[in-house]
C-alpha cells in the first residue's frame, strides 16, 4: 500500500471553504474506513472526520455541522468540505485508514498532508 496524496489545502479568510482531496491505494479501498486527520500546532493529530465503507459518518464535535466527508471508489478518493472555517481550523490535514478500538487508529502509510491556514 502506497503512501496517500493529499491536496486542496491553502489559505483563507475566516468564513471561508475549501475541499480537501485524498488519493489513495491499495485494491482494498472500497472497504476501507477512511478519514482525515489534522494536526494543528503545538497539538497531537486528530481525527476530524471519518466514512466507512456503507458510506456511515463520523465527525468531530469541532467540525460537526461544518464539514462534509465523501468517497468516490471508484477513484480511490476521498474528499472534505470544509465550510464557515475559523482560525482553529488551521493545521496539516491528512487522510488514513481507520479503525475503531475504543478510540480511532491509523492503519496506513501516512503522506505528506495539505497544508490549511485560515486568517481571522
Known amino acids: 500500500q502506497g503512501q496517500p496524496v493529499e491536496s486542496g489545502g491553502g489559505l483563507v479568510e475566516a468564513g471561508g471553504s475549501l475541499q480537501l482531496s485524498c488519493l489513495a491505494s491499495g485494491s482494498r479501498f472500497s472497504v476501507t474506513t477512511m478519514g482525515w486527520y489534522r494536526q494543528a500546532p503545538g497539538k497531537q493529530r486528530e481525527v476530524v472526520a471519518a466514512?466507512?465503507?456503507?458510506?456511515?459518518?463520523y465527525y468531530a464535535n469541532s467540525v460537526k455541522g461544518r464539514f462534509t466527508i465523501s468517497r468516490d471508489n471508484g477513484k480511490n478518493t476521498i474528499y472534505l468540505q470544509m465550510n464557515s472555517l475559523n482560525p482553529e481550523d488551521t493545521g496539516v490535514y491528512y487522510c488514513?485508514?481507520?479503525?475503531?478500538?475504543?478510540?480511532?487508529?491509523?492503519?496506513?502509510?501516512w503522506g505528506q498532508g495539505t497544508q490549511v491556514t485560515v486568517s481571522s
Open positions: 488514513n485508514a481507520l479503525k475503531y478500538e475504543n478510540s480511532w487508529h491509523p492503519i496506513g502509510p
Open positions: 466514512i466507512s465503507a456503507g458510506r456511515i459518518t
